[in-house]
């Protein structure tokens, strides 16, 4: 159990490095389905470490993380119907 929290940690890690460095140099928009899908995957998955690690400040700040791009993919999602 604990090497697969590891590695779910280090995916959630990846993900949210990768969309933001993506984002950072223009190659990934940040009104993007894909860049919405790696900051929600990315922090849920950083939720179930630090939860597992009992590191309750990161779990705080991955919670508020994907709570605001919940909403944003919604939004999107609507967008994209019209």
Same mark, same amino acid.
Do not use: C, H
């Given at each position: 159990?604990?090497? !697969?929290?590891?590695? !779910?940690?280090?995916?959630? +890690?990846?993900? /949210? *490095? ?9 190659r990934l928009r940040s009104d993007t389905f894909l860049f919405y899908f790696l ?7 950083? *939720? *179930? ?5 009992? =590191?309750? =400040? ?5 919670? /508020?993380? /994907?709570?605001? =791009?919940?909403? =944003? /993919?919604?939004? !999107? !999602?609507?967008? +994209?119907?019209?």
């Amino acid at each position: 159990m604990e090497t !697969l929290i590891e590695i !779910l940690g280090w995916i959630g +890690s990846f993900e /949210v *490095i990768i969309a933001y460095g993506l984002n950072s140099y223009q190659r990934l928009r940040s009104d993007t389905f894909l860049f919405y899908f790696l900051n929600i995957t990315g922090g849920l998955l950083l *939720i *179930i470490y630090s939860i597992y690690k009992g =590191a309750f =400040a990161n779990t705080f700040i991955n919670v /508020v993380w /994907v709570i605001i =791009a919940i909403p =944003a /993919v919604i939004k !999107l !999602l609507r967008k +994209s119907k019209r």
